[in-house]
Nanobody
Framework: QVQLVESGGGLVQAGGSLRLSCAAS????????MAWFRQAPGKAREFVAA????????DYADFVKGRFTISRDNAKNTVFLQMNSLNPEDTAVYSC????????????????WGQGTQVTVSS
C-alpha cells in the first residue's frame, strides 16, 4: 500500500505559478505510475498529467500542455506538478493518485489517492 499527501496549493493571481508536491509513504514508489487529477466545483474530476514509475514519458491534458510539468524524485518518494501561467479556469482541488504498472487517464483505474490540495487562481 501507499499513502499520499499533497501540499503546495494556495491562492495565486492569474499568470502566476505554483508547485504542488505529493509525498508517498510505503515501499516500492518507483513501481507506481503517478498522476494528478483536479476537480472544480460542480464539475467532474479530470485528468491533468501522469508519469511512469521511472519518471519518463509524461503526458498531459491538452488544457495544461505547455504550462504544467509533472516530475518525480524516486529517492524522495515525491511527485511534483509545476504549474505556470495559471488562469482562473485552473481553480480546483488537485489530487495525486497512484497505480501499479503503466499510467492511465481514468480516475477509476487508480488505487491510491491523496486528500487533495486547493488551488485558487484570482483574476
Amino acid at each position: 500500500q501507499v499513502q499520499l499527501v499533497e501540499s503546495g496549493g494556495g491562492l495565486v493571481q492569474a499568470g502566476g505559478s505554483l508547485r504542488l508536491s505529493c509525498a508517498a509513504s510505503g515501499r516500492g514508489f518507483s513501481t507506481y505510475a503517478m498522476a494528478w487529477f483536479r476537480q472544480a466545483p460542480g464539475k467532474a474530476r479530470e485528468f491533468v498529467a501522469a508519469i511512469t514509475g521511472f519518471g519518463i514519458n509524461p503526458d498531459y491534458a491538452d488544457f495544461v500542455k505547455g504550462r504544467f510539468t509533472i516530475s518525480r524524485d524516486n529517492a524522495k518518494n515525491t511527485v511534483f506538478l509545476q504549474m505556470n501561467s495559471l488562469n482562473p479556469e485552473d481553480t480546483a482541488v488537485y489530487s495525486c493518485a497512484a497505480r501499479t504498472g503503466a499510467y492511465r487517464y481514468s480516475e477509476y483505474q487508480y488505487d491510491y489517492w491523496g486528500q487533495g490540495t486547493q488551488v485558487t487562481v484570482s483574476s
